[in-house]
T-cell receptor, first 115, second 116 residues
Framework: DTGVSQDPRHKITKRGQNVTFRCDPI?????LYWYRQTLGQGPEFLTY????????KSRLLSDRFSAERPKGSFSTLEIQRTEQGDSAMYLC?????????????FGPGTRLTVL | AQSVTQPDIHITVSEGASLELRCNYS??????LFWYVQSPGQGLQLLLK??????LVQGIKGFEAEFKRSQSSFNLRKPSVHWSDAAEYFC??????????????FGTGTLLAVQP
C-alpha cells in the first residue's frame, strides 16, 4: 500500500513565476486536501476535494491559487505570479470518507522557496 | 471560533523520562481529535486519533492520549521517551458537518528535544 506522494519535493522559483505541484493520494481514497505550513506554524487548510468536486476553499486561497482534481485521482495546485510570501511547505493529504469522521494521511510535502 | 492551543512551544526531556504534551481545543460540536508527528523537512505522521468511546486512546510508538471533555483537552503522553522521539508534535481537531471531518485545524506545535 503506497502512501500519499507529492512532486516535486523542493521548488525554488523567482518572484512572478508560476509553479505547479502534484499530489497522488492513496489509491482508494476519495478525499484530497491541500494545506500550507509556514515556519514555526501548524498546517493551515487551503482546500479539499471529494472525488473531482472542489467542496471548500479557504480565504487563504487567493485568486492566484488554483487547484484541480480532474479525474478524482491526482491533484494539482498552481500558484500564479508567485510572491515571497508564498514561500512555505505545501502539504497534501488524502482520506476515505464514508459518512463519518475520516482520517487524513499526509504526503511528504513540497517545499517552495520564492526568491 | 474553532481553535487548538498547544501551550508549550518547546520541551526538553531526558531519554527514558516520561512525557506529556498539552493540547486544548475550542469546538462547539463533538470534537474529532488527532495527534501528528513531524520530523524535520517531512510530512505529518498520524500518531493516534479520538472519535468516540473510550477516552484513553493508544497510538503508535508507545504514545497514548486522553480526551477530557470537561477540560477541553487531549494531552499526549509517553511513559519513557526515546531519542528517536525528537520531533515536532501537532494536535488537531477535525472540523466539519454531518459527522465528517472536512478539514483539520492544527495547533502551532510543540518541538520536543531529547537529551541523552
Amino acid at each position: 500500500d503506497t502512501g500519499v506522494s507529492q512532486d516535486p519535493r523542493h521548488k525554488i522559483t523567482k518572484r512572478g513565476q508560476n509553479v505547479t505541484f502534484r499530489c497522488d493520494p492513496i489509491s482508494e481514497h476519495n478525499r484530497l486536501y491541500w494545506y500550507r505550513q509556514t515556519l514555526g506554524q501548524g498546517p493551515e487548510f487551503l482546500t479539499y476535494f471529494q472525488n473531482e468536486a472542489q467542496l471548500e476553499k479557504s480565504r487563504l486561497l487567493s485568486d492566484r491559487f488554483s487547484a484541480e482534481r480532474p479525474k478524482g485521482s491526482f491533484s494539482t495546485l498552481e500558484i500564479q505570479r508567485t510572491e515571497q510570501g508564498d514561500s512555505a511547505m505545501y502539504l497534501c493529504a488524502s482520506s476515505l470518507a464514508t459518512g463519518g469522521p475520516d482520517t487524513q494521511y499526509f504526503g511528504p510535502g513540497t517545499r517552495l522557496t520564492v526568491l | 471560533a474553532q481553535s487548538v492551543t498547544q501551550p508549550d512551544i518547546h520541551i526538553t526531556v531526558s531519554e527514558g523520562a516520561s512525557l506529556e504534551l498539552r493540547c486544548n481545543y475550542s469546538y462547539g460540536a463533538t470534537p474529532y481529535l488527532f495527534w501528528y508527528v513531524q520530523s524535520p523537512g517531512q510530512g505529518l505522521q498520524l500518531l493516534l486519533k479520538y472519535f468516540s468511546g473510550d477516552t484513553l486512546v493508544q497510538g503508535i510508538k508507545g504514545f497514548e492520549a486522553e480526551f477530557k471533555r470537561s477540560q477541553s483537552s487531549f494531552n499526549l503522553r509517553k511513559p519513557s521517551v526515546h531519542w528517536s522521539d525528537a520531533a515536532e508534535y501537532f494536535c488537531a481537531v477535525g472540523a466539519g458537518y454531518g459527522g465528517a471531518t472536512n478539514k483539520l485545524i492544527f495547533g502551532t506545535g510543540t518541538l520536543l528535544a531529547v537529551q541523552p
